[in-house]
């Protein structure tokens, strides 16, 4: 069967922010009423080895009508919830965790100094599930699926379904509506790789380290960039003299109103309004 090869549309240019008691961070996707990113509505990378970067943590929070994905590269962060949900993540674990009708909760540093690094995504909920009972899922590195390429590279399988010639490699995470894929990969100097990806989602790919061709060796992403690949069926990835360390994100769009105002994503003004009054009256998570 023909593969159509995805297109470079977007290159986004990740900006030098804070959140949380003054965490520093760099904003790769910031929430927008046109999200043409559907479903992935924010992407954060976290990365410091100055502990007044991100000693402050992210303190007691509120959310409502997404799911947030932790993904640490280094360092520990420590998660507590109203529901009295505590989890540890070290290098290499995942976090994801379904706000859904609402969650409280702090992520904090288990450290006090050296390198903390990471990403958080926000993934959009269809309506239907907004409201839906809280949970959340700690995945220990371990258990998340790590494929070797050539030349000392790897793939490993957070969420989805990755397929190659010789065989499908079920993700640590299964059975979200929104089908995400999520792959962190390494690429040594001049390899190349090919991602198959349904026609029907939103695909993006975020270069975090070194520098990456996509399709053609003109259209590159350098590390702090994004790409938005439309049109097609196949990501042909390749490296050139350096290597590279990116992030796939691959989801089915919900083609839904996105209404989002601080920690909350509904889908109209009103719902939004109510998220603000339920969290204000304490009865958010209820």
């Known amino acids: 069967m023909k593969t159509q090869t995805r297109q470079l549309a977007t290159i986004i240019n990740g900006q030098n922010t804070s959140d949380g008691a003054g965490v520093k961070l760099k904003r ?148 979200v509506t929104t089908q995400p894929l999520y792959l962190d990969v390494f690429l040594s100097a001049q390899q190349q790789l090919s991602i198959p990806v349904s026609t029907d989602h939103t695909v993006i790919v975020y270069v975090y380290e070194g520098e990456l061709s996509i399709d053609a060796q003109e259209n590159v992403l350098t590390a702090g960039q994004l790409g938005h690949l439309v049109n097609g069926d196949t990501l042909q990835l390749a490296t050139q003299q350096q290597a590279a360390k990116f992030l796939v994100l691959a989801a089915l769009p919900l083609k839904e109103p996105m209404v989002q105002s601080g920690p909350f994503v509904m889908n109209s003004v009103a719902e939004i309004e109510q998220a603000f009054r339920d969290y204000r009256n304490g009865v958010l998570t209820i």
Not at 47 to 59: A, N
Not at 87 to 92: F, I, Q, S, W
């Open 28 to 175: 790769i996707i910031s929430p927008t009423p046109k999200n043409s990113f559907d479903p992935f509505i924010l992407l954060d990378e976290f990365g410091s080895d100055e502990p007044t970067d991100y000693l402050g943590g992210f303190p007691d929070h509120p959310h409502r009508g997404f799911e947030t994905v932790t993904y640490m590269l280094a360092g520990a962060m420590r998660h507590h919830d109203h529901l009295g949900n505590e989890g540890h993540l070290r290098a290499g674990d995942v976090q994801w965790m379904t706000a859904a009708r609402g969650i409280i909760h702090s992520e904090m540093p288990e450290q006090e100094n050296g390198l903390l690094r990471g990403f958080q995504l926000w993934l959009n909920l269809p309506a239907k599930e907004k409201m839906k009972s809280p949970h959340y899922q700690d995945i220990a590195a371990a258990d998340i699926p790590h494929i070797a390429l050539e030349k000392g590279g790897y793939l490993k399988v957070i969420a989805g379904t990755y397929i190659n010639e010789s065989e499908t490699i079920a993700g640590a995470v299964q059975g």
